[in-house]
């Protein structure tokens, strides 16, 4: 089950638009699922995120968004060390961590991906402090990934279904 949502979460962050920024002028393209349409160079477009990277892939385009580098996620995993709340994370911070790996050079893909996994491990344990609350604040919860509100909500219901069948008379 929680596989399956994973890639719902994945799926939803590839189908999101983003905008995107011509590099050729006067490019017929027909996308999938979408009317043959003119790029012309310099002037921005919304397109799906997914169809944004194949095009970024081919030249055709710059993605306006801008990434996450080495910098954000050293700046984040110490302000996440440092608070004793979550932190706001940019949208889809997983997932564009991901991909900063799977971009990066050898020599940085480690340090990403040590800085990622404090940034995991400590999220974590803030998140389950807060499964055990009766009722999390909601700006807390507002703060949490998509991947941790999937996670919460699992072990939030675990754990009530838990305490009912351990405290239930057949003995669960």
Do not use: C
């Amino acid at each position: 089950m929680m596989k399956r949502e994973l890639k719902k979460i994945r799926l939803k962050y590839e189908l999101d638009d983003t905008i995107v920024i011509p590099q050729v002028d006067s490019k017929n393209i027909r996308l999938p699922g979408l009317e043959e349409f003119v790029i012309e160079r310099g002037k921005a477009l919304r397109v799906y995120r997914g169809m944004a990277n194949r095009l970024a892939d081919s030249g055709w385009v710059k993605i306006g968004e801008e990434n996450l580098t080495l910098k954000d996620i050293t700046s984040m995993r110490w302000l996440e060390s440092s608070e004793e709340v979550l932190i706001k994370l940019p949208e889809f911070f997983y997932l564009k961590a991901v991909k900063l790996i799977g971009e990066g050079k050898d020599s940085k893909i480690m340090e990403v991906q040590n800085d990622l996994q404090e940034i995991i491990d400590i999220r974590l344990r803030k998140l389950i402090k807060l499964v055990f609350l009766k009722e999390a604040p909601a700006n807390i919860l507002e703060r949490l990934q998509p991947e941790e509100k999937l996670l919460y909500s699992f072990l939030k219901e675990a754990l009530k279904i838990w305490q009912k069948e351990l405290m239930s008379p057949d003995g669960g």
